[in-house]
């Protein structure tokens, strides 16, 4: 055994596989007294408190948090770390927001001192919600690329990102060229994927601000490096959708646009899909592409309504994400409440134990860091959260006569906040502690 071993007692929760409808299945592991034990950063094993303490209590020392919860890190699919300080901007949807609040916001990223700044603050707030890994949108400067791997890095997280391209139909001072974004993303790409827990995200903000030529570069860069992600926003906003039909008149659909560029592949991660054309279904799953699931956002933006039980029919993997500054909460657990309400409105029904999937193991398997992290299989990372379900005052009088996991994990998601959050470790280390 080596020194660097520990152990958390907790009610321990995560997903073993993906719960679909089921409202309890053997796809969720619940350990009432649980206990993990890590070992060098990653998970060691698991299991009952009682079977576990016996064996390993005099070796090492075990953290109680007894009666919360333990659950693995959220993982956001698609949050744009620049918009923390515009978000929650007032009366516009889509086209005249990215105009009117989030290129001005944007543009202040040429400044390197600007982008650490955020990058720092946001990093720091993603923990405190509970958020151990995200794959996120910096800006098209070079710089906020640097500044988000920076502070990621210094935190030891797991992410995604890179360098926004956007050659058109944006403000000209936020514009790089098709040469010039292929050019960055390639030196990016070489500074810094596959750095300790980094990995690089080939980034075309949309089909509106790409020329052809932006994206089949972008598509060239895909098949050069292709264990990086592909990350862009498709079919969010109905406008949005027609705009790209005259800008593209030769496609038959928006996701072809993409897909003409070489930009459907495996490892491609398409946020919101609301817009789509039934036969786009079809094509995200045989190229093994994935969908981020904004409910927040979609709400917030009047963007529409996702369908989740369409997208599940066809086998495409689906996270959850905030898309904050789009979505109003850096927190997945108030954005799985979101999921929920948009769901009720398609007449489809969101288990506890599927909103705690689509946060975790199935935004990890959205990501194809499921082999790493998204539960406690023993030799993945130790990333994980400790939650309190009573910590909100609504909260508590709901949960006062309740023992049901699954009531106290959807409580959580309608009544919770970054206060359910108690702490937050990253590889078997705390990074964050609720001061309350
Ligand atoms: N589509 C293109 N850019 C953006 C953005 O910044 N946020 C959202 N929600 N959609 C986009
Ligand atoms: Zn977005």
Redesign the pocket.
């Known amino acids: 055994m080596s020194d660097d071993i520990r152990a958390f007692r907790a009610s321990i929760l995560h997903c073993l596989a993906d719960p679909g409808e089921a409202t309890a299945s053997d796809a969720v592991e619940y350990l009432e007294d649980g206990v993990l034990v890590v070992e060098g950063g990653r998970i060691a094993t698991l299991g009952p408190a009682a079977e576990i303490l016996p064996a390993v209590k005099n070796h090492m020392e075990v953290t109680d948090y007894r009666p919360r919860l333990l659950v693995p890190g959220f993982i956001d699919c698609h949050v ?1 770390y620049p ?1 923390i300080g515009m978000v929650a901007s007032w009366g516009e949807q ?1 086209l005249e927001w ?1 105009e009117r609040y ?1 290129y001005p916001a944007e543009r202040r990223f040429a400044e390197r001192e600007v982008a650490e700044r955020v990058a720092e603050d946001f990093v720091d707030l993603m923990l405190a919600h509970g958020t151990t890994s995200a794959l996120i ?1 910096p800006t098209v400067h070079p710089v906020s690329v640097d500044a988000i791997f920076g502070a990621a890095r210094a935190r030891r997280l797991r992410i995604s990102a890179g360098k926004v391209l956007m050659d058109r139909h944006c403000p000209a001072d936020l514009r790089d060229t098709a040469q010039s974004g292929y050019a960055e993303s390639r030196a990016l790409i070489e500074r810094w994927h596959g750095q300790d827990r980094l990995g690089y995200a080939i980034t075309p ?2 089909a509106i601000t790409s020329t052809a030529e932006q994206l089949a570069l972008a598509g060239r860069l895909a098949e050069e490096f292709p264990d990086v992600l592909v990350h862009t ?1 498709l079919a ?1 906003n109905r406008r949005e959708v027609e705009r790209v039909a005259e800008l593209f008149p030769e496609a038959t659909s928006y996701l072809d646009v993409y897909r003409s560029a070489g930009l459907l592949r495996e490892r491609a991660v398409f946020a919101h899909c609301l817009h789509l054309e039934e036969p786009d279904y079809g094509h995200l799953a045989s190229a093994g592409a994935a969908i981020a699931f904004c409910p927040g ?1 979609n709400l917030f ?1 009047g963007s529409g309504l996702f369908d989740l039980a369409r997208a599940r029919g066809h086998g495409i993997p689906v996270g959850l994400a905030t ?1 904050v500054g ?1 979505g109003t909460s850096l927190s997945l657990p108030v954005t799985a409440g979101e999921a929920y309400k948009v769901l009720e409105l398609r007449g489809q029904r969101l288990t506890p134990w599927q909103a705690l999937y689509l946060m975790t193991l199935g935004a990890a398997r959205a990501l194809g860091w499921d082999d790493v992290i998204g539960s406690f299989e023993p030799g993945k990372e130790a990333d994980f959260v400790i939650l309190d379900a009573t910590a909100t005052p609504l909260a508590r009088r709901r949960l006062a006569a309740t023992v049901l996991p699954a009531e106290s994990l959807f409580a959580l998601t309608m009544l919770g906040d970054d206060r359910s959050v108690v702490a937050t470790y990253v590889l078997g280390e705390r990074v964050w502690q609720n001061p309350r």
Request: hydrophobic share 45%; no cysteine.
């Open positions: 744009h918009q889509l990215l989030t949108f903000r949309f926003h969010e956002s933006m898309d789009a």
